[in-house]
């Protein structure tokens, strides 16, 4: 069962973690805000951010990228703070709409390389 979190102590929890993978690299960490990019501004790899996932995923008991958000969608701060609220607060936005954006932009691409 998820333990109820309010939306900020998920966010503290995100950035915690986030800031816990920085520290291993950097001794002065900077502040980190939601519209950074964890690849271009923080450095972070897809590696860092699988440990972050599996440390958010043994401490909150969810995967939110098991079914509800495509990991390839996450590219800020503010996505991955948003994938762990959907799974907390799965009727604040409908889960599937990520999948289905993703689908589409799927399908363009597809559409695109077709008439190239």
Avoid: W
Wanted: net charge neutral; glycine share 2%.
């Amino acid at each position: 069962m998820l333990t109820p979190l309010a939306r900020e102590q998920i966010e503290s929890l995100v950035h915690d973690r986030i800031r816990a993978v920085l520290r291993e690299r950097v001794a002065d960490v900077p502040a980190i805000s939601g519209s950074d990019k964890l690849n271009a501004t923080l450095g972070l790899t897809s590696l860092d951010l699988a440990f972050i996932v599996s440390d958010l995923e043994a401490e909150l008991g969810v995967d939110p990228f098991s079914k509800l958000v495509s990991i390839t969608s996450v590219r800020s701060v503010d996505d991955l703070v948003s994938a762990y609220q959907k799974a907390f607060f799965p009727d604040a936005a409908p889960a599937s709409d990520d999948l289905a954006a993703a689908a589409q932009r799927a399908d363009l691409r597809r559409t695109r390389r077709r008439r190239t």
